[in-house]
């Protein structure tokens, strides 16, 4: 193996969270990034159509209150412009269609009192959750031994309250309600300020894109970091017994410091020396994300905006349970976005992609008519498949987690500081909690270099 390279801090995973944690520190320190993969960007990720137009069939959207990341996209020359969300949306259920308004699908008035009921009761049990510590709230031990289904069973009068729910649960989760602890799903919708911001479109979590593409604006920090991101180099061992050292199978590195900018699924994958503290290979090894398979089909042209359609459609019961318009800020051609998720997306994992793309045209045909079995292009990613991701849109915790282990999630691994999207306090799983956890990371990683 060659020398060994040094710096003053190596971050390993150049996703946002790394790339960011990087750009800080570059300003003063010297800093190598380590990506496993050929590429930057991580869970963003951009897919080019044959005519040209792109499209991110990685994490895409930015709402309000994600201030760091609108800030970053201002910062690096990007802009955004809004999720088409005009028109009426569509609701299939037991194979018929209804139009409606607003983020409930128009259902029986009991069924929609109760949905409605669930979801403010829901948010107002979220909004006492401190993201710091979501373990001391005192219900926290109750509700971290039930699932979001138990709780769900508890409070809905009807199978229908319970599926479109659970459609609210899936979109956000990529997981079926018994996947999730109670008390994690709180502390998710408390650090994105609540469920019902996290289901929304305009003036919610869905509300706008990136002209260019997330995967842009990864590739953009990149680009200002120049050769400190060295790809196609996977941490393997992390020795952290006086300093770091990393070895890649390529290199060894040695730093004062690292930042651990990757998924805990992937984190857990390595070799430590000294080998892991209990707690925190307890925590890393049950962190295990959602499961998802993001769809998009492009067309000549939005069709169903002539048919006064949004191209959001809610539909429990079909392989797509969720749709929207993905169509690009001032092209021509169309294009409709639909996710596969939770138990649907491990279904449909590792199978023929011509039946995948069928069973995915099917559900859009059963929305929008006959036409959106016809696209002009396809194209789908199964990220449960995706060797450094291993699912998304991030870890999830079950039952017990939160309270058994949870402490361990931020604090350092003596000089290994610990960024990503899933040491967030805020925004915990979205590109801006990304961000909140490299901003920290590199907080911590400043004040240790300056006492030392
Ligand atoms: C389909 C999909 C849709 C999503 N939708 C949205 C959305 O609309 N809005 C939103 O805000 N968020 C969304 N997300 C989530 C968002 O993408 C993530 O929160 C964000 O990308 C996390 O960034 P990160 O840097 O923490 O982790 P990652 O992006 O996962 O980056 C981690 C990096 O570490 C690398 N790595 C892993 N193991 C090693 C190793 N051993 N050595 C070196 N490198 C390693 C990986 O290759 C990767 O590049 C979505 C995600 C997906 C997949």
Wanted: aromatic letters at 8%.
């Amino acid at each position: 193996m060659a020398e060994t390279e040094s710096c003053d801090v190596i971050v390993i995973g150049a996703g946002l969270s790394g790339l960011r944690a990087a750009q800080l520190l570059a300003r003063r320190h010297d800093v190598i990034v380590l990506e496993a993969r050929d590429r930057v960007g991580g869970r963003a990720l951009a897919h080019t159509f044959a005519n040209g137009d792109s499209v991110d069939i990685g994490g895409q959207w930015v709402g309000p209150g994600q201030d760091r990341l609108y800030a970053l996209i201002e910062t690096m020359g990007m802009q955004t412009y809004p999720l088409w969300d005009h028109g009426d949306r569509l609701v299939h259920s037991r194979g018929r269609l209804g139009r409606y308004r607003g983020t409930i699908p128009k259902l029986a008035p009991h069924v929609l009192l109760n949905v409605h009921w669930m979801m403010t009761r829901f948010d107002a049990m979220a909004a006492q959750i401190d993201t710091l510590r979501p373990w001391d709230h005192p219900r926290a031990a109750l509700w971290d031994s039930m699932t979001v289904a138990e709780w769900m069973r508890r409070h809905a009068v009807s199978r229908r309250a319970c599926a479109v729910f659970a459609a609210g649960i899936g979109a956000v989760f990529a997981a079926e309600p018994h996947d999730v602890s109670l008390l994690h799903a709180l502390f998710y919708a408390r650090a994105g300020t609540s469920l019902d911001n996290l289901v929304s479109t305009t003036g919610g979590a869905q509300q706008d894109r990136v002209h260019g593409n997330m995967a842009g604006l990864a590739d953009r920090v990149a680009q200002t970091l120049g050769p400190r991101v060295r790809l196609g180099e996977a941490a393997r061992t992390i020795d952290w017994s006086g300093g770091v050292s990393v070895e890649t199978g390529k290199r060894r590195y040695a730093a004062r410091r690292a930042i651990l900018a990757v998924p805990p699924s992937q984190a857990f994958r390595m070799r430590f020396t000294p080998d892991l503290p209990a707690g925190r290979a307890g925590l890393w090894m049950r962190m295990a994300p959602g499961a998802c398979i993001k769809c998009v089909a492009q067309y000549e042209t939005p069709f169903w905006r002539d048919r006064g359609l949004a191209g959001q459609a809610v539909a429990p019961e079909l392989t797509v349970r969720v749709t929207f318009d993905n169509t690009e800020q001032g092209k021509t051609a169309g294009q409709l976005l639909g996710f596969i998720e939770g138990d649907e997306a491990r279904r449909w994992s590792g199978r023929d992609p011509a039946e995948r793309r069928a069973a995915v045209l099917d559900a859009f045909a059963a929305c929008f008519g006959e036409q959106a079995r016809h696209p002009v292009d396809y194209v789908d990613r199964d990220w449960t498949a995706e060797p450094f991701s291993r699912g998304c849109y991030a870890a999830l915790m079950g039952p017990g987690v939160w309270t058994a282990y949870g402490r361990h999630l931020r604090e350092p691994l003596g000089p290994v500081h610990i960024a990503g999207t899933e040491a967030a306090t805020r925004y915990f799983g979205y590109f801006d909690g990304a961000l909140e956890a490299a901003e920290r990371a590199v907080a911590e990683v400043e004040a240790a270099l300056e006492a030392s």
